[in-house]
């Protein structure tokens, strides 16, 4: 298949297609360099300016103060469940950590083995909603308060960062990382892996404010340590020249085709909302996995009253190029992610496709005979 469907995949996902023909082009020769951008060294000139550049266009798009560093890091988000814990914690320090969904829960388990670790607030079993501040058992004196902005599994999502009681945030974004602005105020660390909304995998963004970075513990391993990749300027080692590069291209996207981060963040609502109402208005036939107020903008979690009818779903989308939607396993059903690069066209396709599906089963005989869901916990 050489025609492109609509990929509805939580990571690696959906990328612009003007950035996709531009790293074809690149693959070949670089304009001016007369090599591919895989051939080039990372202490190249070339290479200064794509980290320059790439480092410059996300201090402007997410508009980072200055008393934070920008490290390009490898190991995927799940390198910092550790590196946060050992830089931050040890011997008689603690942290908070709040668990919305799977990967809060699994970063925490990664603290657990680098100092004493509690958990201000669990969602489990289901993970259907962030806390409300009131709800939080925060004890005074943490390094920091981690928390998952966006639960790609679970799609639950937080509309403003989460109360403290004074300690600094460390927040996972990778799956809404550039999808709307971010409020430093409270941020200590922020990290993500790219491929969500920021290319392939293969880099790690990391923000972290200097104030943090001086609290890091002494004598780590230089490769675990943020304050030697801060003072190698992201080149410790051989950096992931290619990620950084589309990163950087999806950086200009955001900035001249998209209009900048204000008009991607009210896209995504838009194309979220199309979906919700759709799955709200079916009459109980399909219900969401979260709850309203923590639905997420980027991953749409939902299902209908059987996996049987889940699966056929799921074959017929696949076979109207409505490709990736299988939730995960953990949670079942649906999932259809709508990060910044896939269109709206792709969100009206699969509502179409929905509506079709659900009038058609409404109106079977066999189909009404089967038990409809109740309106979902949303
Ligand atoms: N955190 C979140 C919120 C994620 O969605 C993912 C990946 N899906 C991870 C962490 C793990 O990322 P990686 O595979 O890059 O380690």
Redesign the pocket.
């Known amino acids: 298949m050489t025609e492109r469907v609509f990929n509805f995949s939580?990571?690696p996902a959906v990328m612009p297609l003007p950035v996709l023909k531009e790293v074809q082009r690149d693959l070949v020769a670089l304009p001016g360099v007369g090599m591919s951008i895989l051939e080039i060294s990372h202490r190249s000139p070339w290479f200064d300016d794509i980290l320059a550049e790439a480092e410059e266009n996300l201090r402007r798009i997410l508009e980072i103060p200055s008393d934070y560093r920008v490290l390009f890091l490898q190991?995927?988000?799940?390198?910092q469940?550790s590196m946060v814990p050992i830089n931050l914690l040890g011997p008689g320090r603690r942290a908070e950590y709040l668990l919305t969904?799977s990967?809060g829960k699994?970063?925490m388990a990664e603290a657990k083995r680098e100092g004493d670790v509690h958990v201000a607030w669990n969602g489990k079993p289901d993970y259907v909603r962030v806390p409300r501040d009131g709800e939080l058992d925060i004890q005074p004196g943490a390094e920091y308060l981690h928390y998952?902005s966006?639960?790609?599994?679970e799609g639950v999502q937080f509309v403003v960062p989460p109360a403290s009681a004074g300690a600094p945030l460390v927040c996972?974004?990778?799956?809404d990382f550039l999808s709307a602005s971010v409020d430093w105020e409270r941020m200590g660390l922020l990290y993500a892996?790219a491929?969500?909304n920021a290319g392939p995998?293969g880099m790690?963004v990391v923000v972290i404010q200097d104030q943090l970075l001086a609290r890091r513990r002494d004598g780590l391993h230089s490769m675990l340590d943020f304050r030697a990749h801060a003072e190698a300027g992201s080149r410790l080692n051989t950096p992931p020249v290619f990620a950084i590069y589309v990163f950087l291209l999806i950086t200009r996207w955001i900035e001249r085709e998209m209009g900048g981060l204000a008009a991607l963040a009210r896209f995504n609502r838009e194309k979220a909302e199309m979906l919700y109402r759709l799955l709200d208005d079916s009459g109980g036939f399909y219900s969401t996995h979260a709850e309203r107020a923590s639905r997420s903008v980027m991953n749409v979690t939902f299902r209908t009253a059987t996996e049987d009818l889940d699966r056929e779903l799921l074959q017929r989308a696949d076979r109207r190029g409505l490709a990736q939607l299988k939730g995960h396993r953990s949670v079942g059903g649906m999932r259809a992610s709508l990060y910044n690069a896939l269109p709206q066209a792709g969100v009206e396709a699969l509502c179409d496709f929905l509506e079709e599906f659900r009038s058609e089963h409404q109106r079977d005989p066999v189909g009404s005979a089967r038990p409809v869901a109740t309106a979902g916990a949303g």
């Not at 190991?75 to 390198?79: D, K, N, R, S, T």
């Open positions: 939580a990571g190991g995927g988000a799940q390198l469940f969904g990967w699994k970063a998952t966006n639960e790609t599994i996972d974004a990778s799956s892996c491929q969500k995998a790690t």
